[in-house]
């Protein structure tokens, strides 16, 4: 399976040691500890890792939706680190952390290729997609950074909330992400995928995150929310963003929900408006070209906008849902 996904341009990230394999995490506790990998068989585990998935050229994921609660727990991340840093010194490595979670240990930090962070699917953080990418980009060393697990499409809310993540809710975790640091990629989860599930299979509702039974696999392929995340990409392509630097300081008394960021290495911007309102920017933009895309249906449009004292007034547009704005600064 490694060998066609492959085949077909996925690079591939593979978990190491997924949580509840390691003492002392919340997930091996939720377990009673019965599945922790003794350490008499970690290093044979990790070797045999290497020699069968080394010639993908993967992404390590050393840790699966981990916290660092005790000592111990860490240490055996560590030793995992320094081994693959050992035998695979040619592949990237770095951490799955815990939803909502931003604590990873200075000592782990000095083995991470990039920063991954998980938003999560809690209704009650709506703000994590856009907080935890400001917090991660603040820190030294600056590296890539990734939500790695934002709300995904038609899941539940956790902790027996009623209701479930829509379209909308998983491209506004996507774009407020990539604006305020987060700018390195960006995941899409369809709830059903990950368990397969099928007509016939059982969830686990109770325990955990409890989230709401999933849709059957057949039907989450079909998500409209994956072709949001393709049109990031075509768009990232087509206007050759390699890296985005947040600047919220341009906006004026704006939510913090609205994500601005400039495109690095030029003068042109992204801004991203969850909700329909007037929006004050810093700086004259009478001369630039502004297009306006509504991301509910891609519609490429031509924003109102007026310029007064040097600041920039977006005024309401006609969209219904949510919008990007695309301003472009002639040299």
Known sequence: LCKIADEKGFTLALVVLWSNYVAGTWASQLDKERNVL????????????????????????????????TQPTIDTYLEAFVFFEKHSPNTLKTIHIKGRFEEIPATIVEHLDLFLYQSGHNSAFLNMPYYLAERFYQRQPQLPIINSEPCYEQMGYARHVYGRFGQKDVRKAAWQSLLAGGSAGITYGAHGIWSWQTSTATFAEEIGEAFDRPMIWPEALSFPGADDYGFIKQLFELLNIQELVPCQERLIDADEQIRMAAIAGRKDALLYLPSNTTVRLQGDLST?????????????????????DGITVFHPHNCHEDVLFVIQIKE
């Open 38 to 69: 003794p350490e008499d068989c970690r290093q044979a585990y990790y070797q045999k890792v290497i020699a069968t998935f080394d010639a993908f050229h993967p992404i390590y994921f050393i840790g699966g939706d981990t916290d660092f609660p």
């Open 288 to 308: 630039a070209t502004v297009t306006l895309i509504d991301l509910n249906t891609n519609r490429f449009l031509k924003p109102k906008l007026t310029v007064t």
